[in-house]
């Protein structure tokens, strides 16, 4: 069994708005992601920041407070670990928009012999689309326990599987899948994305 787990807890401060409150084209954010997680994997797991109230959401889903408060995705991740006993996840932001289904099963499907399989394409490696063992807890939990933890000191201590751009088929679907909303010009292209879309 696989399951999704989605980050929710970010303040997006960049933004100017909590991630997990907005609406796209009609559809809160929270919902798009949650239908393309369920897609992909057999549960889905939304770890969100102590006290944080979730938008309505149509679907299953479980939701678990973040262990470490305000220690951001590495908390996060030990938190979706720690939460479920599937030895298999997918792990993406509560950000992503456009996430691919199939893109994220070949990410899963890749696990067996490795504790990650992270994509790089355009010279940025994607750790909040990638696919994470539970193997991985051990290691999150040590670095959870340093100063400044991050996503990629976990992967530092782990068998790390990097899906590099040039074994990448469709660049542009990869490109969608990954794409994530930091900053105003990012939801800007989300609606004009989705406009075009509904057309």
């Known amino acids: 069994m696989a399951v999704g787990i989605i980050l929710a807890g970010g303040r997006g401060t960049r933004l100017g ?14 919902q798009r992601v949650v239908a393309s997680v369920s ?15 979730l938008p309505p959401v149509h679907g299953k889903f479980t939701a678990a407070e973040d262990i470490f408060p305000s220690l951001g995705p590495a ?7 720690k939460s479920t006993e599937a030895q298999s996840t997918c792990v993406v932001g509560c950000d992503m928009p456009f996430l691919d289904p199939e893109l994220l099963r070949h990410l899963v499907s ?18 909040l689309h990638a696919a994470y063992a539970r193997t991985c807890l051990s290691a999150a939990e040590e670095v959870l326990m340093r100063n400044r933890p991050s996503l990629r000191a976990i992967l530092a201590k782990v068998r790390v599987r990097y899906l590099e751009q ?22 800007e292209l989300a609606n004009r994305w989705i406009s075009l879309c509904t057309r």
């Open 75 to 81: 908390g996060g991740l030990y938190t979706g670990l």
């Open 17 to 30: 708005h909590e991630k997990v409150s907005l609406v796209l084209g009609g559809t809160p954010l929270l």
């Open 39 to 53: 897609a992909a994997t057999d549960r889905v797991l939304v770890v969100k920041a102590a006290g944080q109230a």
């Open 110 to 127: 890749m696990l067996p012999g490795y504790d990650a399989v992270v994509p790089r394409l355009d010279g940025k490696t994607h750790v």
């Open 166 to 187: 040039h074994e990448l088929e469709d660049l542009e679907r990869w490109r969608r899948s990954c794409f994530n909303l930091n900053a105003p010009a990012d939801l």
